[in-house]
Nanobody, 126 residues
Framework: QVHVVQSGGGLELAGKSLRLSCSASGRTGSKFDMGWFRQALGKERELVAAVSWSGINTYYADSVKARFTISREHNKNTIYLQMNSLKREDTAVYYC???????????????????WGRGTQVTVAS
């Protein structure tokens, strides 16, 4: 059984920063491609950023490029999302997701991920 545990988030002012953390645990030796999704009230869940197991490949939504950075610990199923220059439109519930393998063409699809965290609220106030 795979457990995805995420932390971080909360309330912050526009222009400031927040950091999210996530760890996925499974059988010994499990390797996961991982990502962050978010879902704002009344909107569909969307990819924010994702990173391959190797850490070589990263993917970002256009809306967060140059502001958010996804990273992962080497050879571990632990990722981070550093969110800088926050905007009100970043307000959403953020979900960590993991999968044994995500094809390059499918990173943005939530259906590509098998395991999900419980979500954490990020609220940006002006």
């Amino acid at each position: 059984q795979v457990h995805v545990v995420q932390s971080g988030g909360g309330l912050e002012l526009a222009g400031k920063s927040l950091r999210l953390s996530c760890s996925a645990s499974g059988r010994t030796g499990s390797k996961f491609d991982m990502g962050w999704f978010r879902q704002a009230l009344g909107k569909e869940r969307e990819l924010v950023a994702a990173v391959s197991w190797s850490g070589i490949n990263t993917y970002y939504a256009d809306s967060v490029k140059a502001r958010f950075t996804i990273s992962r610990e080497h050879n571990k199923n632990t990722i981070y999302l550093q969110m800088n220059s926050l905007k009100r439109e970043d307000t959403a519930v953020y979900y960590c997701a993991a999968a044994a393998y995500v094809p390059g063409s499918a990173w943005a699809s939530s259906r590509s991920y098998d395991y999900w965290g419980r979500g954490t609220q990020v609220t940006v106030a002006s």
